[in-house]
């Protein structure tokens, strides 16, 4: 059974950024493929960005550039860098890892979730 921490969240100004963290803090993810999602208000879950293993990444449409996911396996942990946040980024946003190594864009094909941590930009 693995558990995954989330933590980085905050808020933050319109062109700022937001390291958030994904700790997995028992089990291990380093032969787990990791995503990070996003839920806004009144909105369903959106896949933002997953790491595979050995390290291939793949981001949602409207990252554009603007995220990067990576992940430290002698630490246990998953981030997720944010730059020019913008306010419709705004949301709870949540790590997930998956049992085997291939990631996915679905929410249903993870297999264990963080709490999520809220994220918050201002215009």
Known sequence: QV????SGGG???AGGSLRLS?????GSISLNSVGWFRQAPGKEREF????????????????KGRFTISRDTAENTAYLQMNNLKP???????CAARIVP???TQ?????Y?????QVTVSS
């Not at 419709?88 to 949540?94: L, M, P, Q, R």
């Not at 929410?107 to 297999?111: A, E, F, S």
């Open 11 to 13: 808020l933050v100004q």
């Open 88 to 94: 419709e980024d705004t949301a709870v946003y949540s």
């Open 22 to 26: 994904c700790v997995a803090s028992r």
């Open 107 to 111: 929410p249903g094909d993870y297999d």
């Open 48 to 63: 933002v960005a997953a790491i595979r293993v050995p390290g291939t990444t793949k981001y949602g449409d409207f990252v």
């Open 102 to 104: 291939n990631y996915s």
């Open 3 to 6: 558990q995954l921490v989330e």
């Open 113 to 117: 979730w963080g709490q999520g941590t």
